[in-house]
Antibody, heavy 119, light 110 residues
Framework: QVQLQESGPGLVKPSGTLSLTCAVS?????????WSWVRQPPGKGLEWIGE???????IYNPSLKSRVTISEDKSKNQFSLKMTSVTAADTAVYYCASSITGVGTFDHWGQGTLVTVSS | QPVLTQPPSVSAAPRQRVTIACSGSSSNIGNNAINWYQQLPGKAPKLLIYYNDLLPSGVSDRFSGSKSGTSASLAISGLQSEDEADYYCATWDASLNCWVFGGGTKLTVL
């Protein structure tokens, strides 16, 4: 079955860059699907960050677009998130998700990884 | 403020039926399919309903979804204690050009 696993530093300094990777198994990121990042601040709701298609096209949340880059590494079957100029407001659990059932279905999720922005 | 509006909390007794509403506008729910997610405490969200009323494989048929105009709802029948969770609606917003989630509804089984 499809599995996603996030990895990356759990602590990032203010004004620094947050970098996370999502390793995918059970499906190929080269197939006709979208691969997304979603975050959840502690005790709050879900926020879509952006996504990348199998052809490398990207769409970002307008509120984060200036600071976010999503890229892919087909050779490793993984995709990544970079977020620059982070502040405490970016402290959240970051999830990667796939939309295989259909566009925007977010049908498989990683377990999530907590990233804390603090000096 | 989330683009999609959900009640912060709902509650009902075991074996009862509960509905969770999600309200939006013509730029989102009114012209796009809606999906629902269940998030158990400390866990990742799980797709519960997609394209308004379709159940993914393995999801109990106690869950059902519907949409009318710029609103949607999730219904859970035969409530069980394991249904206690946060529930989120989500859809595409054509004005914002991004996927949007509701603020989430916490379901308590009394």
């Amino acid at each position: 079955q499809v599995q996603l696993q996030e990895s990356g530093p759990g602590l990032v300094k203010p004004s620094g860059t947050l970098s996370l990777t999502c390793a995918v198994s059970g499906a190929s990121i080269s197939s006709g699907n979208w691969w997304s990042w979603v975050r959840q601040p502690p005790g709050k709701g879900l926020e879509w960050i952006g996504e990348i298609s199998q052809s490398g096209n990207t769409i970002y949340n307008p509120s984060l677009k200036s600071r976010v880059t999503i890229s892919e590494d087909k050779s490793k079957n993984q995709f990544s998130l970079k977020m620059t100029s982070v502040t405490a407001a970016d402290t959240a659990v970051y999830y990667c998700a796939s939309s295989i059932t259909g566009v925007g279905t977010f049908d498989h999720w990683g377990q999530g990884t907590l990233v804390t922005v603090s000096s | 403020q989330p683009v999609l509006t959900q009640p912060p909390s709902v509650s009902a007794a075991p074996r009862q039926r509960v509905t969770i509403a999600c309200s939006g506008s013509s730029s989102n729910i009114g012209n796009n399919a809606i999906n629902w997610y269940q998030q158990l405490p400390g866990k990742a969200p799980k797709l519960l309903i997609y394209y308004n009323d379709l159940l993914p494989s393995g999801v109990s048929d106690r869950f059902s979804g519907s949409k009318s105009g710029t609103s949607a709802s999730l219904a859970i029948s035969g409530l069980q204690s394991e249904d206690e969770a946060d529930y989120y609606c989500a859809t595409w917003d054509a004005s914002l050009n991004c996927w949007v989630f509701g603020g989430g509804t916490k379901l308590t089984v009394l």
